[in-house]
T-cell receptor, first 111, second 114 residues
Framework: QKEVEQNSGPLSVPEGAIASLNCTYSDRGSQSFFWYRQYSGKSPELIMSIYSNGDKEDGRFTAQLNKASQYVSLLIRDSQPSDSATYLCARSSGGYNKLIFGAGTRLAVHP | EPEVTQTPSHQVTQMGQEVILRCVPI?????FYWYRQILGQKVEFLVSFYNNEISEKSEIFDDQFSVERPDGSNFTLKIRSTKLEDSAMYFC????????????FGPGTRLTVL
């Protein structure tokens, strides 16, 4: 199984700081990458998708993709306590193919 | 905003019993998926479904599992003879033609097998 690797955390950041979440993947055939947020006991909620090398910004979130290094990251600016959750990195081979998830990084934003 | 819905939210069953988990995907979506998440573990792909047939299934999705789209709105996952290790959260997801790899997840069904 071609894996998606994430540091399990917890990553603890103070309110207002930038949280940086990282993900590596091993399948060079991966085309599409996603960040999902999962609160405890809830379902994954899509935050960002990224397909091309570089940065993609959406509000307080920036996804970064480097296919040569097989590395995806998510930056959360001005972190809020409500951002405290597990962040799941996922990849797919594109189209309607399955998502392969990492185990997630738990983020804790403290006031 | 349209969303995927799932019923029931929690299902308790005895080992060996059959269960059917139900999902209503987003109305204009054409691709459907089931995933599961055992407590404390990764979200795992089970099966994808398009044009009334299975597109792909994982090694988890053995003969005990089946999926069906019985009408124009529902998408079901059946487990014929549940095992203790089937206890997990089961998530339905759907995506549309415009962005088929952007999958939206339902709230999940927590299955507890006793």
């Amino acid at each position: 199984q071609k894996e998606v690797e994430q540091n399990s955390g917890p990553l603890s950041v103070p309110e207002g700081a930038i949280a940086s979440l990282n993900c590596t993947y091993s399948d060079r055939g991966s085309q599409s990458f996603f960040w999902y947020r999962q609160y405890s006991g809830k379902s994954p909620e899509l935050i960002m998708s990224i397909y091309s090398n570089g940065d993609k910004e959406d509000g307080r979130f920036t996804a970064q993709l480097n296919k040569a290094s097989q590395y995806v990251s998510l930056l959360i600016r001005d972190s809020q306590p409500s951002d405290s959750a597990t962040y799941l990195c996922a990849r797919s081979s594109g189209g309607y193919n399955k998502l392969i998830f990492g185990a997630g990084t738990r983020l804790a934003v403290h006031p | 905003e349209p969303e995927v819905t799932q019923t029931p939210s929690h299902q308790v069953t005895q080992m060996g019993q059959e269960v059917i988990l139900r999902c209503v995907p987003i109305s204009n979506h054409l691709y459907f998926y089931w995933y599961r998440q055992i407590l404390g573990q990764k979200v795992e792909f089970l099966v994808s479904f398009y044009n009334n047939e299975i597109s792909e299934k994982s090694e988890i999705f053995d003969d005990q599992f089946s999926v069906e789209r019985p009408d124009g709105s529902n998408f079901t996952l059946k487990i014929r003879s549940t095992k203790l290790e089937d206890s997990a959260m089961y998530f339905c997801a759907s995506s549309d033609v415009q962005g088929p790899d952007t999958q939206y997840f339902g709230p999940g069904t927590r299955l507890t097998v006793l």
